[in-house]
C-alpha cells in the first residue's frame, strides 16, 4: 500500500514538470508576442477567407465549410490581444488578425505601414484581391514570384485572382504548382481546384467544338445526323454555321432535310425565320443556283477569302442569301453594305438585323460619328436582350468594347469587354471568349496593366487560341515585355515569334525589334529588318504604315548610323505632319520620332538641343530662362534645366526600370535639376506624353505651367470681353451620373458680358457655338475620366438630338477659338491624360490649346463640389493681373492653409500658350 502510494506520489512528481510545461506551451505566445495560441486558433476556426496569409499562425490549413450562404458577422476581435500585438510593434500579426475576420480595410492599413517584402506584399495582394482590385493583385504577386517562385502563399493567391479574372487554365496550371509544394490540406486543396476549373473550361471547349463539327458536317454528308441536342446547348455556334449549310446545299432535297434543325432553333430562340429560309431557298431554281452552292461550299472549307470574281457573279445573280454570306465570309461587310441591307430587308431576320446594326455603327465610327455607333449599339443591345438572349448580344457588347478602346475610354471598354466574356461563356460560345481575351489583351497594355496583358495572352495560349497559335502570343509577349522594361523576356519572346512557321513579321514586330536590338547588336539584324518592311508593304499599304515603318528604320539606325538614323527620323516627322491627324500610325511615329531625338540628344549631352526640339514638337518658342523640359522614351529619360541666368543643368538615364507611370516624378527630375530653377518666378515646363499632365514636376510652391503652342492674336484686334459658362447639364440616363448642384455667380461686378448654358441649352453644339469668341470660358460638369468610369479626356454635357453628348478632345481641337479664351474645366479628372500608353497627350487641357485657347487649367483628380470656388478665385487673381501660373500658386497656398483635407488642390494643372 505504502509502495503503491509512493509509486503514485513518484508518477505525480514526473508528471509535475510535464504539467508546468503543457500549461506553459498553452500560453506560450505565437512568435514571442504574448498573444495565447487560442487567439490564432479561434481567428483561424471563424475564417472565411479563400486568401493566404503569410503570418504563421494565420496560415495553418483550415478546411472551409459551407455557411449555407448566409453571412454570419465575426465575433470582434479581443482588443488585449491586439494591444499585445501592436505593443511589439507586430504589424503584419495585427494584419493577419484583420484578414482572418475579412476585414480588409484594416489589416491593409498595417500592411501598408512595412517596408515591401515578399510576405508583405502577398499579404497585401490579398487585400487587393478582396477589394475586386485584381490589376493591383496580380501585378503585386507577380513581384513577389519574380524573387521567390516558389512562395506558397503568393502562388495560392495569385491562382484566386486568375480564376476571378476568368483565366482558369492559368489558375488551374498556378494551383498545380501550390499542389506540387506537397503542404499538409493545401496542396490536396489546390490538386481539387485545379481539376476542377480545367475541365469545366475544356468541357465548354469540347462542346462548342462538337456542334460546329456536327453542323459543318451536313454541309459534306448528306446522311450526317441532324445535331439537335448540340441545337439545344449551344444554338449560337449551330445557327451560325446552319445559313453556310443551307447556302452550300446543292439541291431542294439536301434544303428540305435541314428543316427540323430550322424548327428547333426557332423554337430555342424565338420566331420562324430560319423554317422560312429553308423554304425560300428550297423553291430556288438549283439547276442555276446548284453550281453557286458548290463554289460557296468550296470557300467556306477553305476558310480563305473568296475570289471576287465569285463574289461578283453571285452579286449579280438573284441568289442574295449566297451573295450574303461571300460578303460575311470575305469580312466584306462595310464595302457592300447599301447591297447587304436592301438584300437582307424583307427576310425579317433579327439574326441578321442585329449584325447589320453592328455593321452600321462600325461606318459611322469611321465616319467620325462616334456618338451615332454608340447609342445604335446601345439601342440594338437593348433590343436583342429584350428577344431570346443570343450569340448577337455578345458581339454587340464586344463591339461596344472595341468602340471604347479606340476612344480610349479603356475602362468602359474592359466592362463591356467583360460582360460580352461573361455572356459567351454562360452561352458556350468559346470562339467568342477567345475574341474577348484577345480585347482584353489589347485593352490592358494600353492602360499600361502589363501584367493582365501577359496573363490574357498566356491564358489564350493555354486554350490553344484560334489565330495562329505561335506567332501571336509570342509577338505580344514581346511588345508587352518591351514596354514593360523586361528586356530579357521581350527578346527571348521576340526570337520565339521570328522562329514560327511562316510568321508574317508585322509592324509590331519590327518596332520592338528595333528597340530591342541596339541592346544586342547582330550583323544580320538589318537584313531581318527589311525582310520586316518587305512583308509590311504588301500586307500593310496605308500612308500612315509607310511613315511608321520610316519611324521603325530611323530608330534601328540611330545607335548605329547617327546622322542616318537622325535624317530618317526628321522625315519620318514631316511625312506624318502631312497626313491626316486621325490617321494614328502616323500621329504616333510623329511623336516617337521626336522622343527618340530628344532622348538622343540627351545621350550625347546636347541640352540645347533637347530644349529645341521640345519646343519644335510643342510648337512653342524656346525659352530663355527659367524652364524645364522632361522626355521618356522606354528606358531611356532626359530632364534638362534652363536657370534665372540661362544657365543648362541636364540629367540622362539610360536604363530606367520600371515604365514612367510607376516611377516618381523625383526619378525623372533629380534634385540638382530642380534646384537650377531655384529663384525663377515662375517655371515653363515643355513635356509630351507621358511626362505631360504630371502635376508633381515641381514642388507646389513654385509657380509653374506646362508650355504648348503659341498664342495667335486675333485677326480683328483684342475682342470685347465676354464669360461663358456652361452648368447644370443633363447628362444622358444610359451613364447614370448623379445631378450637379446649379453653378452661383460669385459676388463682384461683372464687367464682361456673361452667357450661361444650362441645362436643356448645355449641349455639345452650342457650347461649342458659345466657344468660338468666348475670351473666358468655364465648365461645370461631369468629367468621365474617374477609373471606375473611364480612362478618356471627356466631358459629358446634354445630349442632342442625334445622341451626341460629350466634348472630347477630338472635337474641341478642331475648333477655332477666336477669342484665346481662359479656360476652367471644373470637372472630374477632366485635365488627366488617358492612363495608356498612347503617345499623345490625350487631354482636354492641351485640345483646349491646340484649338486657340491661351490657358487651360483642369484637375487631374476627383474634385468635390466646392472646387468650383477654387477655379473663381484663381480667375480672379488673374483678373486683377497676377499671371496665371502664380495665381494658382497663391489660391492654393490659401486653400491648404484653411483645410489641409484640400489636397487636392496639389492636382489641378495649368497649361500656357507662350506669346
Not at 370 to 385: G, M, S, T
Not at 724 to 734: G, I
Request: glycine content about 6%; some cysteine; hydrophobic content about 40%.
Amino acid at each position: 500500500m505504502l509502495k503503491s502510494t509512493y509509486d503514485k506520489a513518484l508518477v505525480l512528481a514526473l508528471a509535475a514538470p510535464v504539467l508546468v510545461v503543457t500549461f506553459l506551451l498553452a500560453r506560450t505566445p505565437s512568435g514571442g508576442n504574448g498573444v495565447e495560441t487560442r487567439f490564432w486558433a479561434e481567428r483561424r476556426a471563424s475564417a472565411r477567407i479563400e486568401a493566404r496569409l503569410t503570418y504563421p499562425e494565420a496560415d495553418r490549413y483550415r478546411p472551409r465549410v459551407s455557411a449555407g450562404g448566409c453571412l454570419i458577422p465575426p465575433e470582434p476581435i479581443p482588443l488585449k490581444e491586439l494591444a499585445r500585438l501592436e505593443e511589439e510593434g507586430d504589424w503584419a500579426g495585427i494584419a493577419a488578425a484583420y484578414g482572418l475576420q475579412g476585414e480588409w480595410n484594416q489589416s491593409g492599413s498595417f500592411l501598408e505601414r512595412m517596408t515591401s517584402s515578399p510576405d508583405r506584399d502577398s499579404d497585401l495582394a490579398a487585400v487587393h484581391l478582396a477589394k475586386g482590385a485584381h490589376e493591383q493583385a496580380l501585378r503585386l504577386l507577380d513581384g513577389v514570384l519574380a524573387t521567390k517562385p516558389q512562395h506558397p502563399q503568393a502562388l495560392w493567391n495569385r491562382a484566386l485572382v486568375l480564376r476571378d479574372m476568368g483565366l482558369t487554365m492559368k489558375a488551374a496550371e498556378t494551383f498545380e504548382k501550390v499542389a506540387a509544394l506537397g503542404e499538409q490540406g493545401w496542396s490536396r486543396e489546390a490538386k481539387a481546384h485545379a481539376l476542377t476549373l480545367r475541365e469545366e473550361t475544356l468541357e465548354r471547349a469540347r462542346k462548342w467544338r462538337g456542334a460546329r463539327d456536327a453542323t459543318l458536317a451536313l454541309m459534306d454528308d448528306a446522311k450526317a445526323p441532324l445535331p439537335l441536342q448540340e441545337a439545344r446547348q449551344s444554338p449560337g455556334v449551330v445557327r451560325q454555321h446552319f445559313y453556310d449549310v443551307v447556302r452550300a446545299a446543292p439541291s431542294k432535297e439536301r434544303v428540305l432535310a435541314l428543316m427540323p434543325l430550322a424548327r428547333e432553333l426557332d423554337r430555342i430562340q424565338g420566331g420562324s425565320s430560319l423554317g422560312d429560309y429553308v423554304t425560300r431557298v428550297s423553291s430556288r431554281d438549283f439547276a442555276r443556283r446548284g453550281e453557286l452552292s458548290r463554289s460557296y461550299a468550296e470557300a467556306v472549307r477553305k476558310r480563305a477569302a473568296a475570289p471576287e470574281s465569285l463574289v461578283e457573279m453571285v452579286r449579280a445573280s438573284s441568289e442574295d442569301d449566297l451573295f450574303v454570306g461571300l460578303a460575311l465570309h470575305n469580312k466584306a461587310a462595310l464595302r457592300y453594305l447599301p447591297d447587304l441591307e436592301s438584300r437582307t430587308q424583307r427576310d425579317q431576320d433579327s439574326w441578321f438585323s442585329l449584325y447589320l446594326e453592328r455593321e452600321r455603327a462600325r461606318k459611322e465610327v469611321a465616319d467620325g460619328e462616334w456618338w451615332k455607333a454608340e447609342q445604335r449599339l446601345f439601342n440594338a443591345l437593348q433590343r436583342c436582350r429584350e428577344g431570346a438572349f443570343s450569340v448577337r448580344c455578345v458581339e454587340l457588347e464586344g463591339r461596344l468594347g472595341i468602340l471604347y478602346a479606340d476612344l480610349r475610354r479603356l475602362t468602359e471598354a474592359e466592362q463591356h469587354t467583360r460582360t460580352a466574356w461573361s455572356w459567351a461563356r454562360q452561352l458556350q460560345e468559346w470562339d467568342l471568349e477567345l475574341t474577348a481575351l484577345e480585347n482584353l489583351n489589347h485593352i490592358a497594355r494600353d492602360r499600361g496593366d502589363f501584367s493582365s496583358a501577359l496573363a490574357y495572352v498566356e491564358e489564350w495560349s493555354a486554350r490553344g487560341g484560334r489565330i495562329d497559335p505561335c506567332y501571336w502570343p509570342n509577338i505580344n509577349r514581346a511588345h508587352t515585355s518591351y514596354l514593360a522594361l523586361r528586356p530579357e523576356a521581350a527578346r527571348d519572346a521576340l526570337a520565339a515569334a521570328a522562329a514560327c512557321p511562316q510568321a508574317p513579321l508585322d509592324l509590331m514586330f519590327g518596332a520592338t525589334f528595333a528597340e530591342m536590338a541596339r541592346a544586342r547588336p547582330d550583323p544580320k539584324d538589318a537584313e531581318r529588318l527589311r525582310h520586316v518592311f518587305d512583308v509590311a508593304r504588301v500586307n500593310n499599304p496605308m500612308p500612315g504604315d509607310a511613315v511608321y515603318a520610316r519611324y521603325i528604320e530611323g530608330r534601328f539606325a540611330l545607335d548605329r548610323e547617327h546622322e542616318r538614323g537622325v535624317e530618317l527620323l526628321t522625315r519620318a516627322i514631316e511625312d506624318a505632319r502631312k497626313l491626316p491627324s486621325t490617321d494614328v500610325l502616323a500621329r504616333e511615329s510623329w511623336t516617337l520620332s521626336y522622343s527618340s531625338l530628344v532622348t538622343d540628344a540627351g545621350r550625347t549631352g546636347d541640352w540645347a538641343r533637347v530644349l529645341e526640339l521640345m519646343a519644335a514638337q510643342l510648337e512653342t518658342q524656346v525659352p530663355a530662362k527659367c524652364a524645364l523640359a522632361a522626355a521618356v522614351h522606354s528606358e531611356r529619360s532626359v530632364a534638362v534645366a534652363r536657370g534665372p541666368d540661362g544657365e543648362l543643368v541636364g540629367d540622362y538615364q539610360g536604363d530606367r526600370k520600371a515604365p514612367f507611370a510607376e516611377s516618381p516624378s523625383a526619378q525623372l527630375i533629380p534634385e540638382r535639376v530642380r534646384q537650377a530653377l531655384r529663384g525663377c518666378p515662375q517655371v515653363d515646363v515643355l513635356a509630351w506624353a507621358p511626362v505631360f499632365g504630371r502635376t508633381d514636376l515641381l514642388p507646389s510652391d513654385q509657380p509653374w505651367s506646362f508650355r504648348m503652342g503659341r498664342t495667335v492674336p486675333p485677326p480683328g484686334g483684342a475682342p470685347s470681353s465676354r464669360r461663358l459658362v456652361v452648368s447644370s447639364v443633363e447628362a444622358p440616363a444610359l451613364l447614370q451620373l448623379p445631378r450637379l448642384p446649379p453653378w452661383t455667380p460669385s459676388t463682384e461686378t461683372e464687367s464682361t458680358a456673361l452667357e450661361l448654358l444650362s441645362g436643356p441649352d448645355a449641349t455639345p453644339s452650342r457650347v461649342l457655338s458659345g466657344m468660338s469668341d468666348a475670351t473666358e470660358i468655364e465648365i461645370h460638369a461631369h468629367g468621365i475620366s474617374d477609373p471606375v468610369l473611364s480612362d478618356a479626356a471627356l466631358v459629358v454635357l446634354t445630349p442632342e438630338g442625334n445622341g451626341r453628348y460629350a466634348l472630347t478632345a477630338d472635337i474641341v481641337r478642331q475648333q477655332k477659338l477666336a477669342g484665346a479664351p481662359l479656360v476652367f474645366l471644373a470637372a472630374c479628372s477632366a485635365g488627366r491624360l488617358a492612363s495608356t500608353t498612347t503617345h499623345e497627350p490625350f487631354s482636354l487641357p492641351a485640345a483646349f490649346i491646340e484649338a486657340g485657347a491661351r490657358a487651360v487649367l483642369a484637375s487631374t483628380v476627383d474634385i468635390p463640389d466646392a472646387a468650383g470656388r477654387f477655379f473663381d478665385g484663381v480667375r480672379q487673381r488673374i483678373r486683377g493681373g497676377t499671371a496665371p501660373a502664380v495665381a494658382l500658386r497663391d489660391e492654393r497656398q490659401k486653400w491648404l492653409a484653411r483645410d489641409a483635407r484640400n489636397g487636392w488642390t496639389h492636382h489641378v494643372l495649368l497649361v500656357e500658350t507662350s506669346d
